[in-house]
């Protein structure tokens, strides 16, 4: 089994956002914008991905699961990218898998606003 899984049309320029499951990327709208980590880690082969990458990932939004387990796993990975990439936590109450795809456009876009 892979430990992570990333966005199987590939990634677009701009904004990354990392979510915990395959069903977060592909229910809400975020396909080609997105990378599902299939958990709450951030494995050292998706840490080497990002130092690899980081000159066309300029920032990331965590949207992990608003339980404890996703909340503390946001810190951590913010932790673990720092310095790497600009990171930005997204807290809110529905795991984006749970969202429609214009509920998440709306969090997304609240997010660059307030950037």
């Not at 339980?67 to 529905?94: F, H, P």
Request: charged share 25%.
């Amino acid at each position: 089994k892979e430990r992570h899984w990333f966005n199987p049309v590939g990634l677009d320029p701009g904004p990354l956002t990392i979510v915990e499951g395959p069903f977060d990327v592909l229910a809400s709208g975020l396909l080609g914008k997105a990378v599902a980590l299939c958990g709450t880690q951030l494995y050292e082969d998706c840490h080497y991905w990002f130092l690899q990458h980081r000159s066309s990932v300029a920032s990331v939004y965590l949207w992990m699961d608003p339980d404890a387990a996703g909340k503390a796993a946001a810190k951590k990975i913010q932790k673990q990218l720092a310095g790497l990439v600009t990171v930005r936590v997204i807290d809110y109450e529905r795991e984006p898998g749970d969202c429609t795809p214009e509920e998440v456009a709306e969090v997304l876009r609240e997010c660059i606003r307030s950037d």
